[in-house]
């Protein structure tokens, strides 16, 4: 049996997902949340990529990220280009894909230490 040390200490780690809960680390979520590796956001006045809005982007932005994820919910769906253009003007990477895909890339960048901030409707 081989064990690996856990590098993930400390950090905020997507458990699960599943449609209407997410896991992170032992607490579970049944809103929309925007996490990073040492912040997590609660967003339980968002209920559809359509709501976003620029608060939400600053929210986001505070947290200084490289790369930004929106997870939208089972499928994926576009925000308004408006939303997206504050990160790509900045420089800062983004993606919208579904929430499952979201938790799965959020994890894996944060494994490589990148500033990763991912906004998860569930």
Known sequence: MRFAQDRTSGVNVIR???PGELRVN???FRHPVIIAAAALRA???L???TDLQAAHAQRIL???PEVVLVGTGGRQVF???AFGARFLQSGI???VMDTGAACRTFNVLVSEQRRVVAL???
Do not use: I, R
């Open 26 to 28: 032992e607490n579970v």
């Open 120 to 122: 998860l409707l569930v």
């Open 79 to 81: 925000p308004d280009a």
């Open 16 to 18: 699960s997902y599943t």
């Open 62 to 64: 505070e947290l200084e």
């Open 43 to 45: 967003e339980p006045s």
């Open 47 to 49: 209920t559809h990529v």
């Open 93 to 95: 990477g983004f993606e």
